[in-house]
């Protein structure tokens, strides 16, 4: 007997920010929540670093003028854990919906580009960092580790993330793929660049669902005139800062399963049938059977980074002086690399 057919239907959320109140943002996306929750939805995908906002400053002003632009986004990033994620992961359990949302996360001194997956009953199942910030970002965020690089499973299937310009990074996608992800939840800022980043954005993700026989639902964000002129009030710049909207959802076989969104705020949403993950991989699985693991694999460093490790847990064994100390020196060496090694932990992530 044929098993019933296993439908998700997912959100595609592409709204504004709120740069005026501290709390404005987290409120539009509880709203948000509850609208997909009234259209049924059981995912919903917020766009890049959505909470407060995405730095768009970064892109048009010289460093010299970002220093008090960049103090406010630090004053008004997120806490993980903290109030923020406990409201979103409230409003994820009292709706049943898993739900990806993009913030800045502030861990002391530092920001980072942070995608949280909020499982149906509320978990946090996921917060990774996004590897490496991209041209004009690396002067807001700090990097990501390989630790992030993960598939989750989710009342809704197996989720996977990434952000914007990650996605030109095919080792980044290959490790996701190797985890046999189900949901690719895509984010970018969107009102950025100009309509070129739309197309190279669409190539991207169909791309990905392509190669990796999943779904992708995508999320851009989108900025108000008056907002862009808040941004900068020079003309010319301001035109970096339209464009580059691709709100969409794609299936395993490229296609789009409702028209994208590229103006305007509102929401794509369309029910995903988890059958086409398998019609697709019958003819193409890039992890298994159209895979030559023997040949070629990923290797990956997916401990988390640490800035700080005690001197008694990175020598030698041989210079340990008690099995306690070996017994720790275990425990570190499962988590970092001693002070005088470069060469990275590797493992087998296909085949």
């Excluded at 632009?69 to 994620?85: D, F, K, S, Y």
């Excluded at 994208?260 to 991989?281: F, N, Q, S, Y």
Aim: proline residues 8%; contains cysteine.
């Amino acid at each position: 007997m044929a098993s019933p057919p296993r439908i998700v239907r997912a959100a595609a959320i592409q709204i504004a920010p709120d740069f005026e109140r501290p709390d404005g943002t987290l409120e539009r996306v509880c709203s948000a929540i509850d609208e997909a929750a009234a259209k049924g939805a059981q995912l919903a995908v917020f766009p890049e670093t959505f909470v407060p906002y995405y730095p768009y400053f970064s892109f048009v002003l010289p460093p010299v003028l970002q220093g008090a632009p960049h103090l406010q986004l630090v004053e008004r990033a997120v806490v993980v854990p903290g109030p923020v994620t406990q409201a979103v992961a409230e409003r994820a359990r009292a709706r049943n919906m898993v739900v990806v949302l993009g913030v800045n996360e502030r861990d002391h001194g530092s920001l980072y580009n942070t995608q949280l997956v909020f499982d149906a009953d509320g978990t946090l199942a996921l917060k990774r960092r996004k590897i490496t910030p991209t041209y004009h970002e690396r002067m807001v965020w700090g990097m990501g580790d390989g630790a992030g690089l993960k598939v989750v499973d989710t009342a809704i299937g197996r989720v996977g993330a990434l952000a914007c310009w990650e996605h030109y990074n095919p080792l980044a996608r290959y490790a996701l793929m190797a985890q046999h992800e189900e949901i690719h939840c895509a984010q970018f800022p969107g009102s950025l660049v100009g309509p070129i980043f739309a197309e190279q954005m669409e190539v991207t993700i169909r791309h990905h669902a392509l190669e990796s026989g999943c779904f992708v639902v995508n999320a851009t964000g989108w900025l108000t005139d008056e907002q862009i002129r808040a941004v900068t009030p020079d003309a010319g710049l301001q035109k970096a800062l339209r464009g580059g909207c691709h709100t969409a959802i794609v299936s395993p076989e490229g296609k789009h399963l409702a028209p994208p969104l590229t103006e305007g705020e509102g929401m794509v949403v369309a029910d995903m049938d988890m059958a086409l993950i398998a019609k697709r991989k019958r003819m193409m699985d890039s992890v298994g059977h159209y895979a030559r693991p023997e040949l070629l694999s990923l290797a990956i460093n997916d401990r988390p980074a640490e800035t700080m490790v005690p001197m008694h847990l990175t020598q030698p064994q041989h210079l340990q002086r008690s099995p306690e100390h070996d017994h720790h020196h275990d425990d570190a060496a499962a988590r970092q690399p001693a002070a005088d090694d470069r060469a990275p932990v590797l493992r087998v992530a296909a085949g």
